[in-house]
C-alpha cells in the first residue's frame, strides 16, 4: 500500500502593477532630465551664450570665429582655448566684449607652440 501524500500548494505570487513601474520610469525619465539640464548649464552666467563658430588650426596658430550674445549694456569676459590632441590647452586668451552691442561676432588668433586640434571657449562671465 502507497500513499501519496501531495505537497501543499505555493501561495500565489503577488502581481506587480504595470502602472507603479510606468510611474517609477517617468520619475527616472524626469530626474535624468533634469540633470543633464543641470550639466549643461553648469558654470555658465545666465543672459551670456557663446559658441565657437568656427576655427583653422595651422602649425603655429588657431584662427578662432565665435560669438557671444549677452545683454546689452554689459561688459563681457571670455577665455579662450586652443587645445591639442592630448586634450591640453596649448595656448589661452582672454577677450573683452565691450557693452554696446547685444550679440558679436569676434576672430582672434591664437599662437600656439605646436598644432592645435580645437578650439574652446572656457566660459564668458559678467565683468
Given at each position: 500500500m502507497t500513499t501519496s501524500v501531495s505537497a501543499p500548494a505555493a501561495p500565489a505570487?503577488?502581481?506587480?502593477?504595470?502602472?507603479?513601474?510606468?510611474?517609477i520610469?517617468?520619475?527616472c525619465a524626469v530626474a535624468a532630465g533634469?540633470?543633464?539640464?543641470?550639466?549643461?548649464?553648469?558654470?555658465?552666467?545666465?543672459g551670456i551664450?557663446?559658441?565657437?563658430?568656427?576655427?583653422?588650426?595651422?602649425?603655429a596658430?588657431?584662427?578662432v570665429n565665435f560669438s557671444v550674445?549677452?545683454?546689452?549694456?554689459?561688459?563681457?569676459?571670455?577665455?579662450?582655448?586652443?587645445?591639442?590632441?592630448n586634450m591640453a590647452v596649448i595656448?589661452?586668451?582672454?577677450?573683452?566684449?565691450p557693452a554696446g552691442t547685444s550679440k558679436a561676432g569676434l576672430s582672434e588668433t591664437l599662437p600656439t607652440p605646436h598644432k592645435a586640434t580645437?578650439?574652446?571657449l572656457q566660459g564668458c562671465r559678467k565683468a
Open positions: 505570487e503577488p502581481k506587480r502593477g504595470r502602472l507603479g513601474l510606468v510611474i520610469g517617468i520619475v533634469g540633470f543633464g539640464f543641470l550639466a549643461a548649464h553648469v558654470g555658465q552666467t545666465p551664450d557663446a559658441q565657437v563658430i568656427t576655427y583653422d588650426a595651422r602649425p596658430s588657431i584662427e550674445a549677452k545683454p546689452k549694456g554689459d561688459v563681457v569676459h571670455c577665455t579662450l582655448q586652443a587645445v591639442d590632441e595656448a589661452e586668451k582672454d577677450v573683452t566684449v580645437t578650439a574652446q
